[in-house]
């Protein structure tokens, strides 16, 4: 048998061994990398930030969803501003009569939003998300025309802006 093991070996010739390991530096950047990248994704700061008119009073309440970016469009008592934009005065939360057509939609805020949903300035092309910033007072009246509006447009997620109880 001791012939055998030792035909079998005879040729072969063994590395000793050193007992130092060597790493791959660019593997271990690519690890490292991921990891950023996943840590950054998940990553969620919790609130969003909304800067909504002086006369604005947004309502409070508990939000239990995640913050997403999406098109604001904002009423207060004399306004109605999309982005930033005011494209419309209101009076007492009212629109204008020759606005409004027999369907409960805003022609202005309709337009608008059909614009900057499929424009080049849009957040995200296929996005169909609304956040809309409201007085606690504002009617429903005013509401259900901007839902109709945007809806009517393509933008059917909505969401409304609250203040944070505290």
């Known amino acids: ?44 700061s919790g609130a969003m930030v909304v800067n909504p008119t002086a006369e604005l009073d947004l309502p409070m309440a508990v939000n239990q969803s995640e913050p997403v970016e999406a098109m604001k469009v904002e ?35 309709f337009e608008v939003l059909k614009e900057k949903k499929g424009g080049v300035d849009s957040l995200d092309p296929g996005s169909n998300k609304v956040i809309i910033l409201a007085d606690k007072g504002t009617p429903y009246a005013a509401l259900k025309v901007i839902l109709t509006s945007a809806a009517g447009s393509g933008l059917t997620d909505f969401k409304m802006a609250v203040r944070a109880m505290e």
């Open 75 to 109: 009423i207060s008592k004399d306004h109605l501003v999309v982005e930033g934009e005011s494209i419309l005065e209101l009076k007492d939360f009212k629109f204008p009569s020759d606005d409004l057509l027999p369907v409960g939609i805003s022609k202005r805020l």
């Open 1 to 44: 048998m001791r012939r055998k093991k030792r035909g079998l070996n005879i040729g072969v010739k063994r590395k000793k061994s050193s007992g130092d390991i060597s790493l791959n530096i660019t593997a271990m950047a690519d690890i490292f990398v991921v990891l950023l990248v996943f840590l950054l994704k998940s990553y969620a």
